[in-house]
């Protein structure tokens, strides 16, 4: 997993652990004291609150679990795949995108950093150098031919 990844959803973790031990703790206890529970609108939306940090802590956990569990001796050398950068012929725009593969957490389309779960990181994992994926978009399909590719494996060199 690429240590800044790591890092971000690491001090996301921290921050919801923060807030689900001891500010939420003081707000639905402040809350309670107010009296009725059962129209006190502070003490639902703090216990709402922490509803949704437990479920987003969830997520991250098991996402950290996830990417600490990618093994990149299993990216193949000569395919497109994670970490890979892609230089493709969009025929449907006639011209050249570079796109880079990367995790969710960092896909940024504007700069070129797609994920390998989107529709265009999914067309192009697995495939080689003269390749055309197909691509189908919510404006119609794209033929993407792969012209360069340089894998993970050969960046890191």
């Keep these: 997993m690429p240590e800044h990844i790591k890092k971000r959803l690491e001090e996301e973790i921290k921050q919801l652990e923060y807030e689900l031990t001891t500010e939420l703790p003081a707000e639905i206890k402040k809350a309670v004291a107010l009296g009725d529970l059962s129209e006190n ?4 939306m703090a216990k709402q609150r922490q509803e949704f940090v437990n479920a987003r802590l969830g997520q991250l956990k098991k996402r950290m679990a996830e990417l600490s569990l990618v093994n990149l001796a299993n990216i193949p050398n000569d395919k497109v795949g994670f970490g890979s950068t892609v230089v493709v012929f969009d025929s449907s ?5 570079t796109y880079k593969l990367v995790t969710s957490e960092e896909s940024d389309v504007a700069k070129g950093l797609i994920s390998t779960t989107s529709p265009i990181g999914r067309s192009l994992v697995g495939r080689e150098v003269g390749d055309i994926a197909t691509v189908v978009t919510p404006s ?8 360069k590719l340089t894998t993970i ?3 890191a060199e």
């Design 140 to 147: 119609g399909k794209r033929e993407l031919e792969i012209l």
């Design 93 to 97: 725009k006639d011209e050249e995108l």
């Design 41 to 44: 609108a502070e003490y639902h």
């Design 153 to 155: 494996h050969e960046a």
